[in-house]
């Protein structure tokens, strides 16, 4: 929209301030964890820890594809959540038509990587990306409607079942996902050629550009990872349940986006990592806790999160434009 | 044969075209009773798009108008026995005063008003909850009065809450079109840097349009809660879209400088016909959201071409380009 200027990086070594926000985000989540233990023992306990990883993990994955979006320069996706329960959906309706679980999974990830990449491509020739994806949304939210008529879909697969409960050495499968997802996007962004454009894109799109970067392509690309990592996590629950749902994924949106700009990642673009997202998905996910063991209303903690969010982004544009000024 | 090349035109055309498949082919839709049917379900959208559109020629946009929407809701269903003036004023007054704030920060610290509201859209739903204590808030059975007067039908297809939108549309517009903060808005949506140079005062046609989105999204809330009897605070999630819809339907530009009111009402109307058309037909509720979200994707393309768009700015130079060389 209003075309903010990008200031110039910081001069002096932005692997240092980089490094320096990594640890102010970690500090902020342990004296948060310290403070929780001192009003509330039960917050401390191993249990209640998985119990904030897993919650962490699921808005997290989802977060590590969302994190591509906003490093590239094209704010969020408001399609995330309806990704998620339409990728649960279509392969417990595959599935119910007697296809395997695996080729169930097989096509379903194959029509998200279509409709991520045609988000992408209409984002790419300059459409806004908030109202592309929420347009994308309500049709996707359609389209489960019209495949299951309303209905929630049951799925009857032990491999499944296990994908979604099981645990290796005690933690729960989604919680190695998690970091599994948040070493391969910090792989992909940090080593690879791919990565590096980005990021170069987000940063400045008219020298990316101009540069011979392929804007189309890196944006397109983006678009289809958050995508498949929006499946990720539609399988996860789907596969916790054993049955596809096709309602209540409405909040998603709101965490991933929660977990992304409080984890520091800048907004316009090319300032980021995924570790930090990771920090953040942790962090909303210990906050919600903690403000759960209070007994607090859900309204509340949604607004709580909406204060953190809009602080949070005033705070990092602010101090962006003093470095830069 | 100029006359079809006007935008207005078409879309009026398009209106029209919509109107008539649906009369020919859904039964008893060509019904005065079901234009008053239209109408009435167009006002809650109509007016929160009259200030998305606002907003929009002002080059931004507010997502938070639907979490407004669902507080100002609450806020005039409590507030139902002082009568529907006082109900409404309490649920406006504060809304004009936050988007005042919001225009203000966003103009100061200038950032992006997608990115900022993103975080207000998140923050007022969560205040919609705790101010309703999580529960939905229904008018008291003597307050039931309200509801049925704001529904009344009048002048063979208008309602008291229909009549508003197109008084809030119609004044919306001669606004845009004659006032100084009108002009201004315009001109910070259709060129920010150039405006700047000329002179144009930054700040304030950004306070004036997010007030403009965030009050009209409050009176749409307040009526719409008002005329249903009841609020809920999840409710109007999906009021952001529709009214996004119609605006682009309307010829509003999501890249700002472009538009008009009567677009907007076109828009709005169009969209409701065919809603209308398919509830008619008896299809299930999830039609409406696929429909809705192909309409959006589709008005978006046609936004790439006509607006300010990096898409349409190469068709131009092509199109140039070629007459040079003819």
Redesign the interface.
Known sequence: ????AIPAGPLRSPAAAALARAVLAAGLVLTLAALGGYFNPAFLSPENGLAILRAAAMSGIVAMGATFITLSGR??SLALGQTAMFAGVLMAVLMAWGLPFGLALAAMLAVIVCLGAVQGA?IS????P???T?????????????FT??RNVAIDSAALAWIGNGRILGVPTQTWAFVAAVAVAWWVLNKTRFGRETIFLGANRATAGASGIGVTKVTVLVFVIASLAAAMMGVFEAAQFSKARVAGF?AVD?DV??AV?IGGTA??GGRGSPLRTALGAVFIATLQNYMLLLAW???????????F??LI??GF??AA?RKGA | MDILKKPLVQRSLLLAAVYAAMAVTVANFGTSGNAYAILESSALVGIVAAGLAVNMMA???D?SVGSVAACAGLVAVMMSGHGVAVAVACAVVPAVIYGIAQGY?IAR????????T?????????????I???RTLTLALSDLGISMALRERMLLIFSPSSLVMVAVLLLAGVLLRYTRAGREIFAIGGA?RESRAAGVPQTRPLVVSFAVSAGLAALAGALASLKGGSAT?GGY??V??AA??AALIGGVS?Y?GRGSMIGVLIGVLTLQVLLSGLQLTGA???????????I??AF??V??VNGE???AEALRRRSIRSRARA
């Open positions: 929209m209003s075309d903010t704010f969020f209409i020739m300059g459409a806004n908030i109202i592309t929420l347009g994308a949304g309500a049709l996707l939210a359609g389209l489960a409607g019209l008529g309303g409405g709101f986006i929660a700009l907004i316009q209303s859900s309204g509340v903690r949604t607004l709580v999160t909406g204060v969010i809009v982004v005033a544009h602010v434009r | 080059g931004e946009l997502l920060a610290l200038q950032i992006s008003s997608l990115v900022f993103l975080g207000t859209f998140i923050g007022m739903r969560g205040l919609a909850y705790v309703s204590d999580e920010r605070p999630e999906t952001l879209l996004v819809t999501l700002g299930p509720g999830w039609a409406a959201n696929l429909a809705t979200g192909l959006l994707l978006l393309g936004d790439l768009s990096p898409v």
